[in-house]
């Protein structure tokens, strides 16, 4: 069974920046559509991004957009989201997801596959 791993995590103040980083256990990243999700303590499970096998299509949580980039490097199994100006409502337990379903039509409940998460938490 595919294993997903994030890094990157970690305490920032506003405006800040953090890479989050995914990789699959197996190797086989490449191969799947990728979501990052946060989920605030008290609140539900947020879609943040999600990049498509190739990349060649990205999606924003309308809050994030023109902040965090969502981008990968198959051949290095790898999947990134770059956040910048980070805002204290972005502090959340960020997770990596994969599926199987193409990125322009998955819904949340298409990502088989997540990660153990990574704290980011922006305070002043």
């Known amino acids: 069974q595919l294993q997903l791993v994030e890094s990157g995590g970690g305490l920032v103040q506003p405006g800040g920046s953090l890479r989050l980083s995914c990789t699959a256990s197996?190797?086989?990243?490449?191969?799947?559509?990728i979501a990052w999700f946060r989920q605030a303590p008290g609140k539900e499970r947020e879609e943040v991004s999600v990049?498509?096998?190739?990349?060649?299509?990205?999606k924003y949580l309308d809050s994030v957009k023109g902040r965090f980039t969502i981008s990968r490097m198959n051949d290095k199994n790898m999947v990134y989201l770059q956040m910048n100006s980070l805002k204290p409502e972005d502090t959340a337990i960020y997770y990596c997801?994969?599926?199987?379903?193409?990125?322009?039509?998955?819904?949340?409940?298409?990502?088989?596959?997540w990660g153990q998460g990574t704290q980011v938490t922006v305070s002043s």
């Open positions: 197996d190797g086989t990243l490449g191969f799947y559509t």
């Open positions: 997801a994969a599926g199987q379903v193409p990125a322009n039509v998955a819904l949340q409940g298409d990502y088989d596959y």
């Open positions: 990049i498509s096998t190739s990349g060649s299509t990205t």
